[in-house]
């Protein structure tokens, strides 16, 4: 692996970039593996990398339907944070949290990882009682919060309309400043560059149509590009839990929703942090290239179209343009859905299952980006130990037998709840 | 947009429903003490790419429940009635 820095830079400016080295290998797959990982996103190419550097477990396969970050990866808004106050949760992306901030420097590849903030916007005394309540817990865990009055909210985002008369009044707000925003498309590129180095090979275009199972062990997959054995099969897709984990026989506390995002035509810097608010359930930020990159509610109904229907659009839009109504002349240039396993309790699934040698790692609802190098990280753990990590302990599959579910939100289970 | 027709009012824009849940999960019998079931009911669902038989709600409407098959790779709804009817024996 060429290693990027100023001098590779200077040495490649001399002959037009015409002579950069391909970033990774695309290899046919082996007929076996040590581990095979379903899914080429950032949660299966961080597990891929954090199995190699972490753990030397390099015979590995990534295998990837289509291409590597198509998926939610590629389609999300990009929001980092670890504000969550749930015990299980606060410290699991705390941990991902400190992963971002190193992780340019680990991969040798710049995620444009920005710590511009994320501020969450109270509009009730409710929402201000279980916000501070929520930065105490962050801050008890050494994780940094500050909560903002209106006064302080109103010269942090001076577009926002604070006044008394709104629709959605804003109360204050709870900002977590290391939070931010990252190039999602540099996430997937820079794992899987790295996992590559380490010798993992990157399968793209071949899609799992079964898991093979013999006496209650996974030994492999079947793929569009033939079969291939594993001692170890690991899920980590977005969507398509519920899907793989039929074909290994098991049903899954999961369903499958459509959420839709979209960018508005770019402006000059108007936002630099990134806001959200609950109530009116929106939350933006301002893209490097200008555009506001703004999303809302699930489309509410299970869905396996990438794509959704446009009352959300407009109540999406709606629902920004009552906190900024300066933004009401903008364009919407794009708009594009994906698809996300939704949890009954709103939270992961990190776990060893009852078949020997098959791992799960889904139910990311709509929170998966953030988490991708820490969910990798316990994941790796996970795999190439049998037992799971101390900070993925809690995200089992038998929580939601014996009852000890991680309700952020306390909607209970109604998994378009969360 | 999706356009549901409600077996009571007519056609209908999506916006006037609200989705409940699936069509096909059935609650324990109140006496059926076991945990098993009951887990069952409240939290496994079946991943079905295509058409499922589902329960919505005409919340801005009659507000009464109705049943609706539709596919979930395309959004096509093909049936609707009340939660009480059967279309072609059950879903798929």
């Not at chain 1, 299980?88 to 991969?107: A, C, I, R, V």
């Not at chain 1, 109530?279 to 809302?296: C, N, P, R, T, W």
């Not at chain 1, 799960?360 to 609802?365: E, F, H, Q």
Request: hydrophobic share 35%; proline share 5%.
């Amino acid at each position: 692996m060429t290693r990027y820095s100023i001098l590779s830079l200077a040495r490649n400016a001399l002959t037009g970039h015409r002579n950069w080295p391909q970033a990774w290998r695309s290899p046919a797959p082996k007929p076996a593996y040590d581990v095979v990982i379903i899914g080429g996103g950032g949660h299966g190419l961080a597990t891929a990398y954090y199995l190699a550097k972490n753990h030397g477990i390099t015979n590995v396969a990534v295998i990837e339907k289509g291409w590597l970050g198509g998926g939610n990866t590629g389609r999300n808004t990009t929001i980092v944070r670890s504000n969550y106050a749930q015990p299980g949760n606060t410290l699991f992306y705390e941990h991902s949290m400190k992963l971002w901030e190193g992780l340019s420097q680990d991969l040798n590849f710049n995620v444009m990882m920005s710590h511009r903030g994320v501020l969450n916007l109270a509009h009730s005394d409710g929402q201000v009682d279980s916000f501070q309540r929520r930065g105490n817990v962050m801050r008890i865990n050494g994780i940094d919060a500050e909560y903002l009055n209106r006064d302080e909210v109103r010269a942090f985002v001076p577009l926002l309309d604070c006044s008394l008369d709104a629709r959605f009044p804003i109360k204050g707000g709870l900002l977590q400043p290391r939070g931010g925003t990252a190039r999602h498309d540099a996430v997937a590129w820079g794992y899987a560059r790295g996992a590559d180095a380490y010798g993992v090979d990157i399968v793209q275009n071949c899609e799992v149509t079964g898991i093979d199972i013999l006496g209650g062990r996974a030994v492999g997959v079947q793929t569009t590009r033939g079969a291939i054995k594993a001692a170890k099969v690991a899920t980590a897709v977005a969507g398509h839990t519920g899907h793989l984990c039929e074909m290994a026989g098991m049903r899954m506390p999961l369903e499958t929703h459509l959420l839709q995002a979209m960018v508005s035509e770019p402006v000059k810097p108007c936002i630099d942090t990134v806001v959200t608010s609950g109530a009116a359930h929106m939350y933006i930020s301002q893209s490097d290239k200008g555009e506001l990159v703004f999303g809302g509610d699930l489309e509410f109904y299970p869905s396996y179209a990438q794509r959704g229907n446009f009352p959300r659009i407009e109540d999406v839009a709606q629902n920004v343009l009552t906190l900024f109504p300066s933004f009401g002349r903008l364009r919407l240039m794009r708009t594009w859905g994906g698809v996300m396993d939704m949890s009954m309790d709103g939270s992961p699934i990190i776990t060893k299952t009852d078949i020997q040698g098959f791992y799960i790692n889904g139910g990311w609802c709509y929170g998966g980006f953030k988490a991708t190098p820490g969910s990798g990280w316990v994941y790796a753990h996970t795999i190439a130990n049998d037992s799971p990590h101390e900070l993925n302990a809690a995200f089992t599959l038998k929580r939601f037998e014996t009852g000890a579910v991680i309700d952020e939100h306390g909607a209970g289970a109604k998994a378009q709840a969360h | 947009m999706m356009l549901i027709t409600c077996p009571h009012c007519g056609p209908r824009a999506q916006t006037e429903f609200s989705y409940q849940d699936d069509a096909t999960t059935r609650r324990p019998a109140i006496d059926d003490a076991g945990q098993a079931a009951h887990f069952e009911y409240v939290y496994q669902r079946d991943p079905r790419r295509g058409p499922q038989d589902e329960i919505w709600r005409h919340t801005a409407g009659c507000g009464k429940f109705i049943k609706v098959r539709r596919d979930t790779l395309t959004h096509e709804i093909t049936a609707t009635g009340t939660p009480q009817d059967d279309f072609d024996g059950g879903a798929p």
